[in-house]
């Protein structure tokens, strides 16, 4: 059974970094063609990718928040973990954590988490 | 502003087909065969129901299907359950980018 999870703080300041960790089970991110994203979603808005990490270390960003986003993985313990700088409370949304299958599509998706920006 | 177009809403009474649209803004999606669609229910994360345009994964019912005609993705839902309202979204992996639609307000009659 697989299962992604994501951890974080669900309140951060304007201009404050927020770090999230996806922590999942039911498969490895060393299998090949697999990668491990992070998809975001203001309330009421539709998802918006952000970032995503391949088996292979291969690390692909949203070109419009590249800048500001850095995601990295730990496959001994079943982690992938994104930073976002310069937190504005346009970043308020529920943030997902989602695996990417061979097949290019998020076949499974954490509960989410939301994150409020407020000062 | 998302780069991939869907109605923001579509209705349909018990029994009946609707069809849910997705186009692109140039030749993405025509270009490319990585297009899936999600269900979300309220307060829930988005559901994997298609990809690769019209592929079902497991345990998804046969009512849902999907297909593409040029730079326009769809995705029908026959025999509509009540159970089926909910919002919709497709995706399309484009270059190095994934694109969410802005999503379609399905409600059954």
């Known amino acids: 059974q697989i299962t992604l999870k994501e951890s974080g703080p669900t309140l951060v300041k304007p201009t404050q970094t927020l770090t999230l960790t996806c922590s999942f089970s039911g498969f490895s991110l060393s299998t090949s063609g697999v990668g491990v994203g992070w998809i975001r979603q203001p309330p009421g808005k539709a998802p918006e990718w952000l970032a995503l990490i391949y088996w292979d270390d291969d690390k692909r960003y949203s070109p419009s928040l590249k800048s500001r986003l850095t995601i990295i993985k730990d496959t001994s313990k079943n982690q992938v973990v994104v930073t976002m700088t310069n937190l504005d409370p346009m970043d308020t949304a529920t943030y997902y954590c989602?695996?990417?299958?061979?097949?290019?599509?998020?076949?499974?998706w954490g509960p989410g988490t939301l994150v409020t920006v407020s000062s | 502003q998302s780069a991939l177009t869907q109605p923001a809403s579509v209705s349909g009474s018990p029994g009946q087909s609707i069809t849910i649209s997705c186009t692109g803004t140039?030749?993405?999606?025509?270009?490319?065969?990585?297009v899936s669609w999600y269900v979300q229910d309220p307060g829930k994360a988005p559901k994997l129901i298609i990809y690769?345009?019209?592929y079902r994964p497991s345990g998804v019912s046969n009512r849902f299907s999907g297909s593409k005609s040029g730079n326009t993705a769809s995705l029908t839902i026959s025999g509509l359950q009540a159970d089926d309202e909910a919002h919709y979204y497709c995706?399309?992996?484009?270059?190095?980018?994934?694109?969410f639609g802005g999503g379609t307000k399905l409600t059954v009659l």
């Open positions: 140039s030749s993405d999606i025509s270009d490319y065969n990585f």
């Open positions: 995706s399309a992996y484009i270059g190095d980018n994934i694109l």
């Open positions: 989602a695996r990417r299958s061979q097949i290019s599509c998020w076949d499974h």
């Open positions: 690769e345009v019209s």
